[in-house]
């Protein structure tokens, strides 16, 4: 599918779905609680659906309503699952869901698509393996999925890369079920709202870890249980940036409803990081968030990504369009989400006619630059595809943005709800 964005403003309101980030984590719990629990507003597409298939894979009962879902936890007596695991385009289902497999006896085997297979996850791997379980990976040398896992994890002491929030999460959420105490030290520890959210849900569910400020040692009793309950998914403060960025560079008036703004996650420093640009951006009560676009954008900033990497994609469209130079910082873990999206938003958005390079684990952009029209690939990547659609609202011609369906992974209706915002857009299938 293929996404023709011509240069114009947004104008209406706007809701993001639920985070993809809280869906699959309370998925993954309520999968583990002992009873019932009802999640609403869950994120019900992509990565969302691949971390309830993987639950059923273990032995969840789950209904599916409308923005609901009810899910008969197996209280730490998960099944074997009868096929592989497949989680399709989901990192995170990939990383949480593979300790999940070490709380079984029996083998389970976790792939995803062609992206997954290319994203290293020996690390976790290995602390399994400390941990009393057994891990392999089926290709030698390559540290990617497909990975197997047999249980039981029977805890211990491990020490973990903290780059990848996502492994030290993964063992946080199975180690409770653990037959001993786990300790886990973190070196490196990056990305820590993430991990924030992670030990926010299993207080939500019953178990509480003390937090040390640099999130460099967790220490987790064993035998312990989770409890279902009922819950509600926030609004996705990684998606929130697309349309926020697109406001921001053209003469738009939006407002974004639906927001939380106490929620953990790290996402929410877009919109401090839009007002050093100097966007106009306000919010209004409890949930909602009013930007009009057309203000002078303000460079000559340095912004640490180190906890917030998602936010790369839509804050280099942001740069490009700002007087000066800017530069973006602690980016390796950025290179190694579900594409280099360092590198590939540098070569995209410079095709446009944009002035970015990379300097060892820095992203420079000089701006402001016209945006040219032309055609680019999201390299079916959700967050590319996002920003570059909202690159082409402030372009001087039509952008054509091809594989563009994969923005359904974490924003279902992210294009008929720019059109509905007045963006002129059109869908055109790649057939045609």
Same mark, same amino acid.
């Given at each position: 599918?293929? @996404?023709?964005?011509?240069?114009?403003?947004?104008?209406?309101?706007?809701?993001?779905?639920?985070?993809?980030?809280?869906?699959?984590?309370?998925?993954?719990?309520?999968?583990?609680?002992?009873?019932?629990?009802?999640?609403?507003?869950?994120l019900a597409s992509g990565d969302g659906l691949s971390a309830l298939a993987a639950a059923r894979a273990f032995g969840a009962i789950v209904q599916q309503e409308e923005h609901r879902w009810i899910v008969q936890g197996r209280g730490g007596d998960l099944v074997v699952p009868q096929n592989v695991v497949d989680t399709g385009n989901s990192g995170t289902t990939t990383c949480l869901f593979t300790s999940v497999a070490s709380l079984v006896d029996g083998y389970t085997v976790i792939t995803g698509d062609e992206q997954i297979r290319r994203r290293p996850i020996l690390p976790l791997v290995n602390a399994l393996n400390c941990l009393g379980a057994t891990a392999f990976l089926t290709r030698g040398g390559q540290g990617c999925p497909p990975v197997v896992v047999r249980g039981l994890l029977e805890g211990?002491?491990?020490?973990i890369e903290g780059?990848?929030?996502?492994?030290?999460?993964?063992?946080?959420?199975?180690a409770p079920l653990a037959?001993?105490?786990?300790?886990?030290?973190v070196v490196n520890a990056l990305?820590?709202?993430? @991990?924030?959210m992670t030990l926010d849900w299993m207080k939500r569910m019953g178990v509480e870890i003390a937090n040390p400020s640099d999130f460099s040692r967790f220490v987790v009793e064993g035998g312990q249980r989770y409890h279902g309950g009922s819950f509600s998914i926030p609004a996705d403060w990684s998606a929130v940036a697309f349309p926020l960025v697109g406001a921001a560079i053209t003469d738009s008036d939006v407002v974004l409803t639906g927001l939380d703004f106490s929620d953990s996650q790290g996402d929410k420093q877009v919109v401090d990081i839009l007002g050093k640009f100097g966007a106009c951006i306000h919010r209004q009560g409890d949930d909602r968030l009013h930007i009009v676009g057309g203000e002078k954008l303000q460079g000559g900033l340095t912004i640490d990504l180190s906890d917030i990497p998602d936010a790369l994609p839509a804050l280099s469209v942001l740069a490009t369009q700002a007087e000066g130079r800017t530069v973006f910082t602690n980016l390796e873990h950025v290179r190694q989400k579900e594409t280099d999206r360092v590198a590939e938003m540098t070569a995209k958005l410079n095709s446009l006619g944009c002035s970015l390079h990379m300097e060892r684990d820095c992203l420079v952009v000089d701006g402001p630059t016209p945006i040219q029209g032309g055609t680019v690939s999201s390299a079916f990547d959700h967050r590319i595809a996002m920003a570059l659609v909202a690159a082409g609202l402030a372009s001087e011609g039509?952008?054509?943005v091809t594989d563009a369906q994969c923005a359904d992974v974490s924003f279902p209706g992210f294009f008929s709800k720019l059109a509905a915002c007045k963006a002129d857009l059109s869908i055109v299938e790649a057939s045609d």
């Open positions: 599918m293929n @996404v023709h964005v011509k240069p114009g403003p947004l104008k209406g309101e706007l809701q993001v779905p639920g985070s993809k980030s809280h869906t699959i984590r309370s998925i993954l719990l309520a999968t583990l609680a002992d009873g019932q629990t009802c999640i609403e507003n869950p211990g002491n491990v020490t780059r990848n929030s996502q492994y030290v999460s993964s063992l946080l959420l199975s037959k001993r105490t786990t300790t886990i030290q990305e820590k709202p993430y @991990v924030q039509e952008v054509v």
